[in-house]
């Protein structure tokens, strides 16, 4: 409940870094890019693949965006995005359904799988005729009290929305849901929208200093029970979060 998402200097790359590492970022560079170039034994996929694991990820944008082609495998995944593998729609931006419904065969018959998902759907910019996910779910906010902006953004995270449910629902038919964690955080603040729209979905005002960063984290398993958490904590803590809960070790010296 009390969950932050800074802003880095390279939002959305930087983000990710944060989150799948454990680690600050550097100014000035593209540091998941530079991790390429780095052994990275606490990557994901690279402490999973030794218990077994087929560890995977996914993005429905181009492939080399960001340099992912060579981050995603250092950090123990094969990938698949679009021109490299996952086959989807050309579109802006692509959709998450499209490419949670054409990764699931990779791992849903495993015994043991690590998926990771990078989506695009929610991506700016926030308009009706230039957000095909946005305009596919127009007619669901129609009615909704807000500006085109903020009813436009709400659209297009229903595609996510949706691609969440479709996941949990295959994984519920092949019988592996009660043995699946999902964890889902967001790489930053919606600074596609301007403050004022922000504050309509917010339904008031938001603080530019701290409460701007405030967002969520989730993580999830169809048998547990609902445990709220208060600490205070940020994306630097997803990592060892998950290394814990998963009795992964990694050298809290470097994280």
């Known amino acids: 409940e009390n969950f ?23 100014t000035g560079v593209w540091s998941y890019y530079r991790s390429a170039g780095n052994y990275m034994p606490f990557g994901f996929g690279n ?5 077994g694991y087929v560890s995977g990820a996914y993005h429905n ?29 050309k ?17 849903i018959g495993a015994e043991r ?21 946005a ?5 669901e906010v129609a009615d909704l009290p807000y500006s085109e902006p903020a009813r436009a953004y709400i659209a297009c995270q229903m595609e996510f929305d949706a691609a969440v ?18 964890v889902i955080s967001g790489d930053h603040y919606p600074y596609g929208l301007e403050q004022s729209q922000m504050e309509e979905i917010n339904g008031g ?7 701007l960063y405030r967002s969520t984290l989730i993580i999830w398993n169809s048998e547990m029970e609902p445990v709220h958490v208060g600490k205070y904590c940020s994306s630097l803590d997803i990592m060892p979060t998950l290394c814990n809960l998963f009795a992964l070790p990694y050298d809290s010296r470097l994280v």
């Open 113 to 133: 799988f690590l998926t990771y998902y990078m989506t695009v759907s929610g991506h700016m910019n926030y308009t009706f005729m230039g957000n095909m996910m």
């Open 135 to 139: 305009y596919k779910h127009r007619n």
């Open 4 to 26: 932050y998402n800074p802003v880095w200097g390279v939002s959305t790359s930087d983000g990710e870094y944060v989150t799948t590492t454990g680690l600050i970022p550097k």
């Open 61 to 89: 944008n181009t492939h080399t965006y960001y340099k992912r082609n060579l981050s995603y495998p250092n950090m123990g995944y094969f990938y698949k995005a679009v021109g490299s593998g996952l086959e989807i729609t």
């Open 91 to 107: 579109q802006w931006p692509q959709s998450d359904v499209e490419m949670v419904a054409a990764s699931l065969p990779d791992f």
């Open 47 to 51: 402490m999973f693949n030794p218990l």
């Open 165 to 182: 449910k479709l996941l949990v629902d295959e994984l519920d038919k092949a019988g592996k849901l009660g043995r699946t964690v999902i």
């Open 205 to 211: 005002p938001i603080e530019k200093n701290f409460e």
